[in-house]
């Protein structure tokens, strides 16, 4: 497509008028695109480790590949690589204080929390919708994040039947009648730095 064909005021796509969009700008504008929330685990030495994730895909059938993103200053994500293998819990709508336990920087994210060890050994965790298991088979480095590329070795539903978590605008589902779906300022939102 050249400018003249672009449509008014698009101007030439490689001149560069245009700035990039501000990280608020972007966080606002991609908070439209509702998306499911999961928590992605693993085991390190021993140790339960995860993160909140909303970058979360399909990629292929055969073979079975997923996607998730992963921020390269997260705590959790280096010792997910490192081990290899990982769990993506998809999580219900009702699960909101584990989506905020997860998303946190701050405390140990297991601590009294039910969880069990998966057949894969990573952590499973209780009541989600649906459960992921897969090994790591490539990572791409794209900005302030990995791109990671996951064979899946078991799809394990959980409790299919349930509705799933939606972040939506900055808050949990589509339809915002209920002011405690909205997220303090101490909590994540799209783009923080989860992993």
């Known amino acids: 497509m050249t400018a003249a064909s672009a449509g008014p005021g698009l101007g030439d796509p490689g001149s560069g008028d245009v700035p990039p969009p501000s990280p608020a700008e972007f966080r606002r504008a991609l908070g439209m695109f509702a998306t499911g929330v999961t928590v992605v685990t693993g085991l390190d030495d021993g140790e339960p480790v995860g993160f909140a994730c909303q970058s979360f895909a399909s990629v292929s059938l055969e073979p ?111 339809y915002h009648d209920d002011p405690a779906t909205a997220l303090g300022p101490n909590l994540w939102g799209w783009g923080d730095h989860w992993g």
Do not use: Y
């Open 64 to 174: 079975p590949l997923v996607l998730f993103c992963a921020d390269h200053k997260g705590r959790a994500w280096p010792r997910i690589r490192t081990s290899g293998r990982f769990c993506v819990n998809v999580l219900g709508e009702e699960q909101v204080d584990v989506c905020a336990r997860f998303g946190s920087s701050n405390g140990d994210k297991f601590a009294g929390l039910a969880w069990d060890l998966s057949r894969w050994g990573t952590p499973a965790l209780r009541d989600v919708l649906l459960r992921v298991h897969g090994e790591v088979r490539e990572v791409h480095v794209a900005g302030d994040h990995d791109v990671v590329i996951g064979l899946v070795r078991e799809l394990e539903p959980v409790h299919p039947e349930q509705r799933p978590m939606l972040f939506f605008r900055g808050r949990f589902g589509v």
